[in-house]
């Protein structure tokens, strides 16, 4: 293995599909050991009952220069959590990477449905997937993340601190689960800077996940045949562009500037100079603001 992460070793908790695959890839790209996990593998799978599993994703890892290790486990379980994070230790005695990137709750939030009609039961297990894990797999990992100083925590999210202070996403049970972990990340800052870590919330832009894709009805090939039922989809970008941002920042020597701070894969491009796989650069959360909210008609010159 070669590339600026290649003694490093990641954990991406969540890394099935969407942004979590994206994030393993392009962490093995530039080199780095890449444990992923999730739920879903080839022998059984969640009950997302999806074909994407994490031995695919530990493939695509290796495939792209680095080392993809594929280990099942269920994050809201503290003792998978702390066995995976013993093998970590075992083999590899560090972590100097981890993602929090499970999330899970596509299916169970309902768009602009209001508390007292949603869901109980699909609320409450949407806050545990998007939440607990989180905290569980920090609870477990940090401690061998911080045995060497200069580790890195990506608690990732879907809107900035900015944008979601003043905007409502969706419904009340995902508002408050990826509010939820922005102030999990500035916490974590607090608490981990001090020791010689880096802690960051950070937040791709409209994501051509495989459920996005498949939700419009289109492929990563022609993903534009959707733009005529959805205009502003002309600023989405692959799961590999927030890939790209955690790389950057995990190659950073200087990425203590950002502990505790808000980040998107828009804002890091520009900082890092680095761009989505068709050589664009989407700055999604700037286009939301000033485009798509205030109701002006698509269009993305001058945002990607």
Do not use: C
């Amino acid at each position: 293995m070669s590339g600026p992460l290649k003694d490093k070793v990641a954990l991406v908790a969540g890394a099935t599909r969407g942004a979590g695959r994206g994030i393993a890839v392009e962490l093995g790209a530039a080199g780095a050991t890449v444990y992923v996990t999730g739920r879903t593998t080839r022998e059984r799978r969640s009950e997302y009952d999806r074909p994407e599993t994490i031995e695919d994703t530990a493939d695509l890892v290796t495939a792209a220069g680095g080392r993809g290790i594929a280990v099942p486990t269920d994050h809201l379980v503290p003792s998978e959590v702390r066995t995976l994070v013993d093998r970590v230790a075992d083999e590899q005695g560090r972590l100097d990477v981890l993602v929090n990137d499970v999330w899970g709750g596509e299916r169970l939030f309902e768009w602009d449905t209001p508390v007292w009609e949603h869901d109980l039961d699909n609320g409450l297990r949407l806050l545990r997937l998007g939440i607990e894990t989180h905290a569980i797999t920090s609870h477990h990992a940090l401690p061998l993340l911080l045995r060497r100083p200069g580790g890195l925590v990506v608690e990732m999210t879907d809107g900035t601190a900015e944008y979601n202070a003043a905007t409502y996403r969706v419904s009340f049970f995902y508002d408050l689960a990826k509010s939820a972990v922005l102030r999990m990340a500035f916490a974590l800052g607090q608490e981990l800077g001090p020791r010689g870590a880096t802690a960051v919330a950070l937040t791709p832009g409209w994501l051509r996940s495989e459920m996005m894709l498949e939700n419009f009805g289109v492929t990563e090939d022609n993903w534009r045949d959707a733009l005529e039922r959805v205009p502003h989809f002309g600023i989405s970008e692959t799961p590999f562009y927030v890939g790209r941002a955690v790389a950057a920042l995990a190659a950073d020597p200087e990425r203590a500037r950002w502990n505790g701070e808000s980040l998107s894969s828009g804002g890091l491009a520009r900082t890092y100079g680095f761009t989505d796989r068709d050589g664009s650069r989407p700055d999604a959360w700037r286009y939301l603001v000033e485009v798509q909210d205030p109701g002006k008609p698509a269009d993305t010159a001058g945002y990607r």
